[in-house]
T-cell receptor, first 114, second 118 residues
Framework: EPEVTQTPSHQVTQMGQEVILRCVPI?????FYWYRQILGQKVEFLVS????????KSEIFDDQFSVERPDGSNFTLKIRSTKLEDSAMYFC????????????FGPGTRLTVT | AQTVTQSQPEMSVQEAETVTLSCTYD???????LFWYKQPPSRQMILVIR??????QNATENRFSVNFQKAAKSFSLKISDSQLGDTAMYFC???????????????FGKGTKLSVIP
């Protein structure tokens, strides 16, 4: 069964450093998303991406964040200058209209900023 | 903006028994979907069940079923014959259906931690 994959599973970085989180969505999906979950809290929407551009973003997704689909398979989230409060689980998800809008989530990347 | 409320932070159920998790939501939209996601200790988000707002019939998936009350904006999840593997965090989620905007973001509740007791 097709699945969304994410790498790395765990990333430790120092405050101020740049990180890139990688995702490979399901191959025939057209809509891509990033969510984050701070430990013990609910899952929050960051950004959606469709047709090679951001279609919507939340207040959390400020100038330090960016997304890219550099080729036909990868979908990346870059955090330019990490802060302690960026420590969270980051989930990538993808969906297709043909699939009934259901979003399939990857296993997540745990980001720890020290 | 939409809000999703799960009023039960934690629940427990005996193995083989039935449990119902509550969810209410607030929206002015008429076209939307509702979902229940399961997050086991591995923290992977797994889709449990989906309900289209335009459908009056409640969705069912094997041991999982929902009670969707559109007028009351209520969307509860019933788990029958609970199994140890059902132990997880359960999130209720709302999706507004845009037309052509290219985004179908999910708004999640805070979750209910369900423990199935042997």
């Amino acid at each position: 069964e097709p699945e969304v994959t994410q790498t790395p599973s765990h990333q430790v970085t120092q405050m101020g450093q740049e990180v890139i989180l990688r995702c490979v969505p399901i191959s025939n999906h057209l809509y891509f998303y990033w969510y984050r979950q701070i430990l013990g809290q609910k899952v929050e929407f960051l950004v959606s991406f469709y047709n090679n551009e951001i279609s919507e973003k939340s207040e959390i997704f400020d100038d330090q964040f960016s997304v890219e689909r550099p080729d036909g398979s990868n979908f990346t989230l870059k955090i330019r200058s990490t802060k302690l409060e960026d420590s969270a689980m980051y989930f990538c998800a993808s969906s297709s209209l043909a699939g009934g809008y259901e979003q399939y989530f990857g296993p997540g990347t745990r980001l720890t900023v020290t | 903006a939409q809000t999703v409320t799960q009023s039960q932070p934690e629940m427990s159920v005996q193995e083989a028994e039935t449990v119902t998790l509550s969810c209410t939501y607030d929206t002015s939209e008429n076209n939307y979907y509702l979902f229940w996601y399961k997050q086991p200790p591995s923290r992977q988000m797994i889709l449990v069940i989906r309900q289209e707002a335009y459908k009056q019939q409640n969705a069912t998936e094997n041991r999982f079923s929902v009670n969707f009350q559109k007028a009351a904006k209520s969307f509860s999840l019933k788990i029958s014959d609970s199994q140890l593997g059902d132990t997880a965090m359960y999130f209720c989620a709302f999706m507004k259906l845009y037309s052509g905007a290219g985004s179908y973001q999910l708004t999640f509740g805070k979750g209910t931690k369900l423990s199935v007791i042997p």
